[in-house]
């Protein structure tokens, strides 16, 4: 069983589209992340929710609606997307807040042409 | 506001070879430090981690030492293998409420038989 799991893996997608990508997790981790990688491996973090709370809302244009609907899972929502939301958007999890141990799923590739 | 900076790559080296990749940080209090690996077409994976200074971390035959003296965590090992190709990040995060984890920009490894 994968332990923190996304989808879809891949997205192709016109500009102006919207989209989500789903995460679970099985791992009974309480806090969730969503970073985004870009072209160049960048990693950096866009939301963190625990317990279903919101804690970490970085810079992130609103377009990127994050949704939790349980502890376990941590979804993200994209309006409206733009040639620059092409990304790797990784989710990962850990068992508390402000720990650096974090499981990452493999990451949900979306290309917006 | 905190950093991490890796050295630039691609790195390039043949079979049981000597690896150091240099990380530095800047952080306010004392950060907590990591090395993650992210194997092709995967998520990013716990490499090993040192909380405090002086601290070693290490696995798989990796080894890295907090150095608070010059704000480095370097990462080496000392025979790398072709399986060791893979992308390094550094990281750290602090005891700050609200903060997750911060990456370096990454730095490619490709070793050849």
């Known amino acids: 069983d994968t332990a923190v799991s996304q989808t879809p893996k891949y997205l192709v997608t016109q500009m102006g589209n919207d989209k989500s990508i789903k995460c679970e997790q099985n791992l009974g981790h309480d806090t969730m992340y969503w970073y985004k990688q870009d072209s160049k491996k960048f990693l950096k973090i866009m939301f963190s929710y625990n317990n279903k709370e919101l804690i970490i809302n970085e810079t992130v244009p609103n377009r990127f609606s994050p949704k939790s609907p349980d502890k376990a899972h941590l979804n993200l929502h994209i309006n409206s997307l733009e040639l620059g939301d092409s990304a790797v958007y990784f989710c990962?999890?850990?068992?508390?807040?402000?720990?650096?141990?974090?499981?990452f799923g493999e990451g949900s590739r979306l290309t917006v042409l | 506001g905190d950093s991490v900076t890796q050295m630039e790559g691609p790195v390039t080296l043949s079979e049981e070879a000597f690896l150091t990749i240099n990380c530095t940080y800047t952080a306010t209090g004392y950060p907590s430090l990591f090395w993650y690996v992210q194997y092709p077409g995967e998520g990013l994976q716990l490499l090993l981690k040192a909380t405090k200074a002086d601290d070693k971390g290490s696995n798989k035959g990796f080894e890295a030492t907090y150095r608070k003296e010059t704000t480095s965590f370097h990462l080496e090992k000392g025979s790398v293998q072709v399986s060791d190709s893979a992308v390094y990040f550094c990281?750290?995060?602090?005891?700050?409420?609200?903060?997750?984890?911060?990456f370096g920009k990454g730095t490619t490894l490709s070793v050849s038989s």
């Open positions: 990281a750290l995060i602090t005891n700050q409420a609200g903060t997750a984890l911060i």
């Open positions: 990962a999890s850990s068992s508390i807040t402000n720990t650096g141990e974090l499981f």
